[in-house]
């Protein structure tokens, strides 16, 4: 196993208790405010790159200096290669959440403690570069109670007595916002994501019962490494490009995980509809769910019950609870329903997730016009996708196209799956789809409006 003592890492806790973390927690500028827990370990880690007194300055110094995750992108690029994607979205959510974590600490902790918090060196490039080291470098908390056998197998029996931290106080708590489930190991964060790699990180023990500090944090390569070869971790078997892209600057061509998210907007005739509202209670839908596509799940389920629900009538919604035992959904859309709600919340739910019937009056929707409202957001989503130029120079666009080749090649699964979804229906119904045409394209505007995207 590549290994470390853990008395190397860089925790939250040892951060809260470094000088600088001791100074912010303390600070009279900042007292009845929680502090971010992710801030003390930015604080920590820019002290420690900067001062040499630092214990982790020997291997502070050696990080780089800049990432490639796209908060490192200039605005040029990031409106050139993600326009209209959910990486658009994100990095720039990220940055305006880093600015507001900065700027409540800074420049206070500045102009109070000049000495310790030089405003040349807090600047917020340094907390970008902290926060890109962070998120690119770390190691979830979860490996600290992962107890690891010498031999490379996982040990419930194993006598692995290691005491990395000692707990938070009260006080410490009480200052801290817990918004950092991770710590940060010298060496093993130089490993490289290996696609095909399988490792458990986790704590081997000195076999000593009084030790404190004596074991290590050990990272373990199932199938072993060859003599020579390159010792590989893996950043994680299901994490989307978009979660590379964000978290570690990278991304993985040919992404089999790679989802495409959708958030369904508010209809005015559902925000004035009781009934309409407590449908989506009673169904446990929510309309500010965001519905993840995938190559292997490219239609989700509820993304099509809560567009049923959206497109039927109030009448039809009412029978259906009926039917379903569910109740009168105008008191479920105020609360009134008690412990009822979650005894009928599976048998609604149930109806809800069943296709359309064919329509029995001209008004009325059908399941085609469920698929078409899908169609309708996933031909919007598809126009605002910027399209792979072939000439790819920088990181910066080899990382976007990759992102944006699996984006459009989830959205071809699903607008392939909804072509099949209505061969099915209209086979098992015996509807002609070439007849339903004129209709389809009579509902388009409307699927717009009831599906608008929030990226």
Known sequence: ALRMPAAALLTVPRAARSEVGRAALGSRALRGEAISAQAIMYLALIDGLHRPESFWHPWLRLLPRSFTDPLWWSEDERGRLLAGTQAAHDAARHERQLRDVYGGLFPALSEELPDLFPAARYTFDAFRWARSALASRSFAEDALSTALSPAGADSADSAVVVRVDEPLSAEERARLRHDCPAFMCPLLDFTNHGVDTTVRVGVLGSGDPAARDGGSVGLLVEGGVAAGGEVMNNYGKCRTNLQFLLGYGFCCPDNSADTLPIKLGVPPDVASSGIKQGAFARSGLRLDEVHELSRSTPLPKRLLASLRILLSSEKALARAAREA??????????????????????????????????????????????????RQQLLQKKRALPGVASNLQSLAERNSAHYRQGQAEVLDAALQAIKRAEREWCAQHGVSLEEDGAEEAGEEEEGERDGEVDP
Do not use: I, N, W, Y
């Open 325 to 374: 035992g569910a109740g009168p959904l105008k008191k479920a859309a105020r609360g009134d329903a008690g412990q009822a709600a979650a005894a009928t919340h599976t048998a609604f739910l149930d109806v809800v997730c069943q296709p359309l019937p064919p329509a029995k009056s001209a008004s009325a929707s059908t399941e085609l016009d469920v698929l078409d409202a899908v």
